[in-house]
């Protein structure tokens, strides 16, 4: 009989599994609800010292570190293991979506020149400059000595920039439109970029021979890039027509419409990574595509509903992702043996960073004429670039990538920077912005009609000195021009094929924007 009772409950039980797993879920959703609260009431009393993602991000460090002291860590520790895994497939795709899809195309499209340079010249050459400070630190021993291409994986990974906070901060204030679509722009893309170049790189260290140079990394990080992005664009339109010639926005047949609309992103996203591309860069333009041309063949019905639910799915995500996030750093096991590589990486990301934003600002404005130049004071802002999520799986994912001492030590310097930038820089970026003078001063005129009067800019006197270097002026200025018979063409030709309405109807897609804006400027 004792034997019976025994094999009954034996240590490792299916019911003692579902307790702990009960017990982790519990303390999850208590966690979301919590930080939901929390953020709720310190956005009411304007209270920016402690921003949401900052707030998230503290819960789960507490509740993690509660619960590595407690006898019970073995059995909720399972439930809560942040796996790159499970943060790529289900966390980060309704965030990237999101972020596509909820970019306002005017002045989205009216700064895409800028947006492109800074998301992807800026974020390559935050890459390089950040693994060759680290690459020769390690030379003449300043810091913990890593092969050259591991600096550039750690260079790639740590240039992932998050923008939670600074893009929060600006819809409770109000700012200039064409920055928040500078900061929002880049950030996404940014995104993108970094996790294209990372794995070129981890797939560089993994094949590379003797003889594969420069060039063939360029060619590989480019495949992976157009590639991806040339499969989100295909899924978008493919989207487009199907709902613009399917009759779905019938209305028994709204649930229909609903459901492919929400399997499309998916869609997109497994079939980049099953051929080997970037699932990121793919589900990101199948955003900004199918909010383009997809979105306007939904019945209006179809449309709220869809709007709402993938606002719903992605704001879940993102603050599960820094609770996730907080509770993984406070009980993993984590290399403090090489201060200085934290240190010295500190100093060079600062480095990188302003290398990324003042140079590309300099190549952007002088294309420019002097009333659309970018001030001083919005380059600033955008140098303001925290680390979060992106950053933390991507340094997760080193640590199986790479040699274990070499992992561990990108890992635990890219966990004290996404705590360091989150937690206290985060906390301060509302008064740094307040004393820049870039939040606090929107009116509704300039987000309506300085688009149309100024293709898409407000018609701010900025008084910078010409650009003397003509010769790049006139190549930068062939780009502009060929950007601005893009738009010409997706006014008169992408447009009317891929949608059902005329081009005037592309202007209530604005309008959420504007109202949502208008709200955050009544309450804050």
Known sequence: MPDIIETAQPAGSPGKEQQAAGVGILLQISMLVLSFVLGHVLRRHKFYYLPEASASLLIGLLVGGFANISNRETSIRTWFNFHEEFFFLFLLPPIIFQSGFSLAPKPFFSNFGAIITFAILGTFISSVVTGLLVYLGGLVFLMYSLPLIECMMFGSLIS??????????FQELGTDMNLYALVFGESVLNDAMAISLYRTMSSVRSHATSGQNFIMLIISFLETFVGSMSSGVGVGFISALLFKYAGLDVDNLQNLECCLFVLFPYFSYMLAEGIGLSGIVSILFTGIVMKHYSFSNLSESSQRF???????????????????????????????????????????????????????????NLIRPAHRQIPMKHQQALYSGLRGAMAFALALQSVHDLPEGHGQTIFTATTAIVVLTVLLI?????????????????????LGEGFQTNNGHTTHSYEEGASSASRLKSRLQELHRSAASFSTLDKKYLTP????????DDDPEDEPHRARGDSFQRHG
């Open 306 to 364: 869809t709007a709402a639910f993938f606002h719903l799915i992605s704001s879940l995500a993102e603050t599960f992702v820094f609770i996730y996030m907080g509770f993984d750093i406070a009980m993993e096991q984590h290399s403090w043996s090489h201060i200085g590589f934290i240190f010295f990486s500190i100093l060079f990301i600062v480095v990188a960073r302003a290398a990324n934003v003042f140079s590309c600002a300099y190549l952007v």
């Open 497 to 504: 094929f891929f949608t059902s309405q005329n081009d005037g």
């Open 160 to 169: 992932a920039t998050d923008p939670v906070t600074v893009l929060s901060i």
């Open 426 to 446: 985060g906390g301060s970026t509302g008064t740094l912005l307040e004393k820049l003078e870039v939040v606090g001063d929107v009116h509704d005129a300039s």
